[in-house]
């Protein structure tokens, strides 16, 4: 969470329900709205951005390293016409979509 931007904590401040715009009157009035209760939403917040963030870095590592499933030999023996995980036609990946003919 270290690596949020400073736009991104200010978006999870702003989802407080209190609306109080600075984190640090958050933490100088305690009691306008229970501090915990303020805290708690945007920590929730912070936590949802930081997720976001991870998966889109971690979904554009794999489609640069390629996808783990698709690379994996033994799951390429798909159906001639579908795939049986999604109804996908049988030569893309179900996980990433890579066109499964350009990796054999």
Do not use: W
């Amino acid at each position: 969470m270290n690596n949020l931007t400073k736009e991104q904590i200010d978006r999870a401040i702003k989802s407080c329900k209190c609306r109080i715009e600075s984190y640090r009157e958050h933490l100088k009035m305690p009691n306008h709205c229970g501090k915990s209760r303020c805290e708690h939403s945007i920590e929730i917040e912070l936590v949802k951005i930081a997720a976001l963030q991870n998966e889109r870095e971690r979904n554009e590592r794999e489609r640069l390293e390629g996808c783990k499933y698709c690379l994996n030999e033994d799951v390429l023996t798909f159906d001639d016409d579908y795939n049986e995980l999604d109804g996908a036609p049988a030569h893309f990946c179900p996980i990433c979509g890579r066109d499964l003919r350009e990796v054999k």
